[in-house]
T-cell receptor
Framework: GEKVEQHESTLSVREGDSAVINCTYT??????FPWYKQEAGKSLHFVID?????DRKQSQRLTVLLDKKAKRFSLHITATQPEDSAIYFC??????????FGSGTRLLVSP | EAAVTQSPRNKVAVTGGKVTLSCNQT?????MYWYRQDTGHGLRLIHY???????EKGDIPDGYKASRPSQENFSLILELATPSQTSVYFC???????????????FGSGTRLTVL
C-alpha cells in the first residue's frame, strides 16, 4: 500500500544550527504534503505545507522542499531554538480522505 | 480555546468491555477523523466522516465503530476492547480546503487508552 517513510527517527542539533527532516512517499498521485508538530504531551498542530505544483515554500524559519521526481520532500528549520524541540510528522494526501503519515522524527535542540 | 475536544483524556478498560471515546469540534468542519498513534507507526486512520450521519471505514477499522450524530460530535466505539487496542487516539476535524485532498487537520488533545 501507500507509504510515507520518515528517515530520521531522532535528530539532535545545537541551538542555532539548522535541522533537516526527510520524507519519501510511494504514490505518485500524492498532491499535498503537510507537516505537523507534536510537542511533548500535547496534540499535533499544523506547521507548514506544500502542494505538488511548487517545489519550495518558506514560512519564517521553516522551508519545505519537494522533489516530485524522487518522490521526496523535506522540512528545513534554520536557527533552531529550544521551542523547536518536538516530534515532527510529515504526511501525504493521496486524494479523497486518504492521508498517510510518516512515523515521526523527534527533534532535540540543545542549548 | 480548544476547537477539538476529546474525552476522556485517559481511560483504563478491561478486556471485553465497551469503550466510547468522544470528540467535539467547534470549527464547524464537515470532515472528522479518528486516528490511533503507536510508536513506529505514525498515525493510522480508523474511521472518518464527511458530515452528520455519515461514517466511513479508514485503513484499520476492525474492532471499531464510529458514530456521527451531529456536525459537532464524532464518537469512536470499541464494543469488545482488546489489549491490542491500547494506544493513543486522536480525533481531528478537517477544514475541507481544496477538498479533503488538501485540507488542514485540527487535532484534539488525544485519549490514552489502556486495555488490561
Amino acid at each position: 500500500g501507500e507509504k510515507v517513510e520518515q528517515h530520521e527517527s531522532t535528530l539532535s542539533v545545537r541551538e542555532g544550527d539548522s535541522a533537516v527532516i526527510n520524507c519519501t512517499y510511494t504514490d505518485t498521485a500524492s498532491s499535498y504534503f503537510p507537516w505537523y508538530k507534536q510537542e511533548a504531551g500535547k496534540s499535533l498542530h499544523f506547521v507548514i505545507d506544500i502542494r505538488s505544483n511548487v517545489d519550495r515554500k518558506q514560512s519564517q524559519r521553516l522551508t519545505v522542499l519537494l522533489d516530485k521526481k524522487a518522490k521526496r520532500f523535506s522540512l528545513h528549520i534554520t536557527a533552531t531554538q529550544p521551542e523547536d524541540s518536538a516530534i515532527y510528522f510529515c504526511a501525504a494526501h493521496l486524494g479523497g480522505y486518504k492521508v498517510v503519515f510518516g512515523s515521526g522524527t523527534r527533534l532535540l535542540v540543545s542549548p | 480555546e480548544a476547537a477539538v475536544t476529546q474525552s476522556p483524556r485517559n481511560k483504563v478498560a478491561v478486556t471485553g468491555g465497551k469503550v466510547t471515546l468522544s470528540c467535539n469540534q467547534t470549527n464547524n468542519h464537515n470532515n472528522m477523523y479518528w486516528y490511533r498513534q503507536d510508536t513506529g507507526h505514525g498515525l493510522r486512520l480508523i474511521h472518518y466522516s464527511y458530515g452528520a450521519g455519515s461514517t466511513e471505514k479508514g485503513d484499520i477499522p476492525d474492532g471499531y465503530k464510529a458514530s456521527r450524530p451531529s456536525q459537532e460530535n464524532f464518537s469512536l466505539i470499541l464494543e469488545l476492547a482488546t489489549p491490542s487496542q491500547t494506544s493513543v487516539y486522536f480525533c481531528a476535524s478537517g477544514d475541507g480546503t481544496g477538498g479533503a485532498s488538501a485540507e488542514t487537520l485540527y487535532f484534539g488533545s488525544g485519549t490514552r487508552l489502556t486495555v488490561l
